[in-house]
């Protein structure tokens, strides 16, 4: 396991923690795009849920490597589906918030 894989995956995995938190609590910057964009407010807190659990599992891959990408895996699934949210709410400034998300994730998984 190199330096650089642990660096990123840690990045990776804060980020990721931070933006189920910005859920949970339902930041202002978090929940009025969700409304805006047709978000309902039932899938809040399990979209929050998936968050965490990609952000958990990223920490775990680091001695589970299994673990790792299955998480880094569903949690880039899970921000592809955000970026569609976001185009088909014709939002289109906003598609940068869950590339950057995603970013990270992605490139531990390329480290891997």
């Known amino acids: ?16 923690g ?7 609590i339902k930041a ?11 978000v309902p407010r039932t899938w809040w807190t399990w ?14 891959g680091l001695w589970v490597p299994a673990i790792g990408l ?3 895996t569903a949690t880039v699934l899970y921000f592809a589906g955000a970026v569609v949210t ?9 598609v940068a918030w869950p590339l950057m998300y995603a970013t990270p994730v992605v490139a531990a998984l390329v480290l891997a």
């Open 1 to 16: 396991m190199s330096t650089p894989y642990v660096v990123v995956t840690a990045v990776a995995a804060f980020m990721v």
């Open 18 to 24: 931070f933006s189920a938190l910005s859920v949970f």
């Open 28 to 38: 202002p910057w978090v929940a009025e795009p969700l409304t805006e964009y047709g």
């Open 47 to 60: 979209l929050g849920v998936a968050k965490a659990a990609g952000a958990a599992g990223l920490v775990v």
């Open 70 to 72: 299955a998480a880094g």
């Open 86 to 94: 976001v185009i088909r709410a014709r939002s289109y400034p906003h």
